[in-house]
């Protein structure tokens, strides 16, 4: 069964990364990620400064803007999508990233039978 | 309230399948990994069983008659929906690839394995909103029906069957174990499972809201389950605290209201209506909770609760006790209102200004604010050092905190005592 762990940062500092983590702790839990077999993709985002969203509008238009902003304390730094057998161990993967420290790990259930 | 006809032969064998429900349904929980397949022939082998065994007679070995006769159900089920049998299987890769199944199936003719702890621990999932958890440990453990479920809580069937759906479907698709958790996990999990019991337990023994202070029936479910866990769980000490805690609770029942229903308070309660083959029973599990390692709080609790019922008056309490064991319970697990409790109790010990004092220090904490003993506690204590306007005036703020009417007729009382003597 695939899980996304979704990485909310609670904070940024002035080079983006989320405070208190350090990328020794990161490089380490990517590492035990890939070697335990479950890592299906993960990704870290860059800044949310260069965010832009794209909406279309109802006569098909684009509308283009900078941002999101971040008006929560917790905006999403990264993810994982991981192949585990059940919540328990997404729970427990979600518990030993560095994410979980300095914020939140949201785990959600990828959609679809396993696959 | 209930339609069916009691002491009919058909109600006397649903009670006996209250038990065996919880039983048949963890089983089969196991057997398929299934709660919503499992559930539905649970459901149709306890009808079939009641249509019958009064025909023709109870089976030798009734429990597995039920498995069978589920298991058949359920294999049957699962050759007509290609679906379901698709997804179960998968279910079992998965739970393989987790590591090995335990081997637990009832031999041949032979006793039920009780599985029920699985199911426990499943029910109170820390993924499962905390309304949910104690609304789900009572219909698949308990054996209540949705709207039993919902009457006990006060809310209506259709809102408890949306909320007991809502946790299935969560336990479904974001695949919630049903298994036991290994040793490591059990100091963060078994806690868990107990708080919902004793959810349970206190909401029927100080309902929040409601034209009754009292709800005896959900008490008493509290109790059932405890006593399950206890019997699954003989070595944990905890659980024989749980147990032994909402037993010498529970023994006061019968004295906590008054004729019309009113509250009655601890120092004004006939204790000779205490229920002292309760207090026993609660009282040999005492020991059993706090020896063999450090306590844990329902231990301490439930070592609070004996000192309180052996005691033969309020004055006669051994307060110095009951403060001691508040300070080990305030370290094991701090909160406000253990605090507010020691307070009380120190004011038994050493007179009413100096548990004042403490109740003053936790002015402003926000677990506090809309708990109306706080206030009252208060009250009593001002009533007590003759400062009656102010005894008054915390009074008024605990009637406007109460939440059923016969705590809320108790305040008034007492507000009318001070504001006499206030004149």
Partial sequence: MKYMLLIMADAVDENGGAAGCSVEDWVAYDKQVREAGIFVSGESLADLVTATTVRVGQDGGRIVTDGPFAESRELLGGFYVIDVPDLDAALDWAARCPGARDGAVVVRPVAGFGG | ?423
């Fill in chain 2, 1 to 423: 309230m209930d339609e069916r006809t009691a002491g009919s032969p058909v109600a006397s064998v649903e009670a006996v399948f209250r038990e065996e429900r919880g039983r048949l349904l963890a089983a089969l929980v196991r057997r398929f990994g299934d709660l919503d397949l499992a559930e539905e022939v649970t459901s149709e082998a306890v009808e079939a069983a009641l249509a019958r065994w009064p025909v023709e007679g109870v089976p030798p070995s009734p429990g597995g008659w039920l498995v069978t006769t589920a298991r058949r159900k359920a294999v049957d089920r699962l050759r007509r929906d290609q679906v379901l049998a698709t997804r179960l299987a998968l279910l079992r890769v998965e739970a393989e690839r987790a590591g090995p199944v335990p081997a637990a199936e009832a031999g041949a003719g032979g006793e039920l394995p009780d599985e029920r702890l699985l199911l426990f621990f499943t029910c109170a999932h820390p993924a499962l909103a905390a309304e949910d958890r104690a609304a789900l440990t009572l219909h698949c453990l308990a054996g209540l029906t949705t709207p039993e479920v919902a009457r006990t809580f006060l809310v209506r069937p259709a809102t408890m069957a949306k909320r007991i759906t809502r946790a299935k479907r969560k336990i479904r698709e974001a695949r919630i174990p049903f298994r036991v958790p290994g040793a490591d996990e059990w100091p963060e999990r078994l806690p868990g499972v107990l708080q919902v019991v004793y959810s349970i337990f206190t909401e029927g023994y100080a309902a929040s809201a409601g034209p009754h202070l009292q709800r005896l029936d959900l008490a008493e479910e509290a109790i059932r389950l405890a006593r399950i866990l206890r019997r699954l769980l003989p070595r944990e000490r905890e659980v024989a605290g749980l147990l032994g805690l909402v037993l010498l609770v529970h023994a006061r029942r019968g004295a906590r209201t008054g004729p019309e229903g009113e509250p009655v308070l601890l120092h004004e309660q006939d204790r000779a209506r205490w229920d002292r083959p309760m207090i026993q029973e609660g009282l040999g599990l005492v020991p059993v909770a706090l020896t063999g390692g450090p306590p844990g709080p329902y231990g301490v609790q439930a070592a609070i609760a004996a000192l309180h019922d052996e005691a033969p008056s309020l004055e006669a309490t051994d307060w110095p006790q009951v403060v001691a064991l508040y300070d080990v319970l305030l370290a094991l697990a701090p909160s406000p209102v253990v605090a507010l409790n020691r307070a009380v109790a120190v004011a038994m010990r050493d007179g009413p200004r100096a548990g004042l004092a403490l109740l003053d220090e936790l002015a402003g904490e926000p677990l506090l604010r809309d708990h109306h003993p706080y206030p009252a506690a208060r009250a009593d204590l001002l009533h007590r050092l003759g400062r009656h306007a102010e005894a008054a005036e915390s009074y008024r703020e605990a009637l406007d905190l109460a939440g059923t009417e016969p705590e809320r007729a108790l305040l008034r009382r007492r507000l009318e005592a001070a504001r006499r003597r206030e004149r």
